[in-house]
Nanobody
Framework: QVQLVESGGGLVQAGGSLRLSCAASGRTFASHAMGWFRQAPGKEREFVSAINWRGDSSGYSDSVQGRFTISRDNAKNTLYLQMTNLKPEDTAVYYC?????????????????????WGQGTQVTVSS
């Protein structure tokens, strides 16, 4: 079992920055690839970013590439998402998720169904 708690969301103006955190407890955090997803009102949940268990391999959606940075601190059992140059279309509830799959040291997934555990989400609102 993995418990995930997101924090760091809020209201920010376009062009601003936020850093989301996801605190993990339960099973060994360092063993799992992790991901961030988001869901805007009236839309399906979508992939944002993911990172392998070691923190040296990561991927991003096209919409956030170059603006968001995912990282993790396995000693602190915490996943991060640094978001810069935020846009109104980034407004959504952001979720972190843990993937129990192991498929090599560089593995991470962009597929929602790969993730077994989810946090409750944190709201990010970007005003224009």
């Amino acid at each position: 079992q993995v418990q995930l708690v997101e924090s760091g969301g809020g209201l920010v103006q376009a062009g601003g920055s936020l850093r989301l955190s996801c605190a993990a407890s339960g099973r060994t955090f360092a063993s799992h690839a992790m991901g961030w997803f988001r869901q805007a009102p009236g839309k399906e949940r979508e992939f944002v970013s993911a990172i392998n268990w070691r923190g040296d391999s990561s991927g991003y959606s096209d919409s956030v590439q170059g603006r968001f940075t995912i990282s993790r601190d396995n000693a602190k059992n915490t996943l991060y998402l640094q978001m810069t140059n935020l846009k109104p279309e980034d407004t959504a509830v952001y979720y972190c998720a843990a993937d129990l799959t192991y498929d090599g040291p560089y593995y991470y997934s962009k597929t929602e169904s790969s993730y077994a555990y989810w946090g409750q989400g944190t709201q990010v609102t970007v005003s224009s």
